[in-house]
């Protein structure tokens, strides 16, 4: 009797665990190989070209957005900044500010990695971290400088000393589209001598750092100002 009853549970308890098994859609990834949810941020890979131009195998720019050449730059462009025109402050002239580091960083969302020194500026590039409350705080505001200053300057993140996990929560919920580079060992900020974050770095088109910025959260009309005076160029606040 014993012997009919064992001879009748395991067969029960291999059910059991074969539905166990296969509680888990047929193909799905879990634990450490499952697939990471898409990046909000940005690709990277137009760094590298100045601002206001189609990345190389796009069509052209559209009538009306900022040229990066011609005989006429609109007023507020770089071009403007560069000889004074009305409505901007020109950017200092000669050689102030020191170039960027030397320093190569991955990017948030993948791809070749990032020479600092071949970014193409103008550029406002904000160093954050997701446990950082002013960080946070002024994020949105550059978020919407970078929609504001399309074809102007470029917006560019560095997060620093952060998991991937709790940046992409951050660029997930404040809308975060600008390309960010990722610096775990905070190799920037150990070159630029700066321990604190928030961190605004205001680069020229030459990839001179014409201001460094510590003073707290930025809000849209003190980057505005901190644009016009630094770099030269009218962005509405």
Do not use: Y
């Not at 770095?201 to 005076?229: F, N």
Request: aromatic share 4%.
């Amino acid at each position: 009797m014993k012997r009919r009853f064992a001879a009748l549970l395991v067969p029960a308890l291999l059910v059991l665990a074969g539905c166990t098994a296969t509680a888990a859609p047929e193909g799905a990834a879990t634990g450490p190989d499952r697939a990471p949810r898409p990046s909000p941020f940005a690709g990277c890979a137009t760094l590298a070209d100045p601002p206001g131009t189609a990345p190389t195998g796009t069509t052209p720019a559209p009538t009306g957005s900022v040229a990066p050449s011609g005989p006429a730059a609109p007023t507020g462009s770089a071009g403007a900044a560069d000889s004074g025109g009305t409505g901007s402050s020109p950017a200092p002239a000669g050689g102030g500010g020191s170039l960027l580091p030397e320093l190569v960083l991955s990017c948030f969302t993948g791809g070749a990695p990032v020479a600092l020194r071949d970014v193409r500026g103008p550029a406002v590039i904000n160093v954050w971290a997701s446990w950082c409350p002013p960080c946070r705080q002024e994020l949105p505001a550059f978020q919407r400088l970078s929609v504001r200053a399309t074809g102007q300057l470029q917006v560019i993140g560095v997060n620093s000393r952060d998991s991937r996990d709790g940046a992409q929560a951050i660029g997930e919920d404040f809308g975060i589209r600008f390309p960010v580079l990722f610096d775990q060992g905070e190799a920037l900020q150990r070159e630029l001598r700066r321990t604190a974050v928030p961190l605004t770095l205001l680069v020229d088109a030459q990839g001179r750092v014409r201001h460094t910025d510590t003073s707290g959260a930025l809000d849209d009309a003190r980057l505005a100002e901190l644009v016009r005076r630094h770099l030269g160029l009218a962005v509405p606040a």
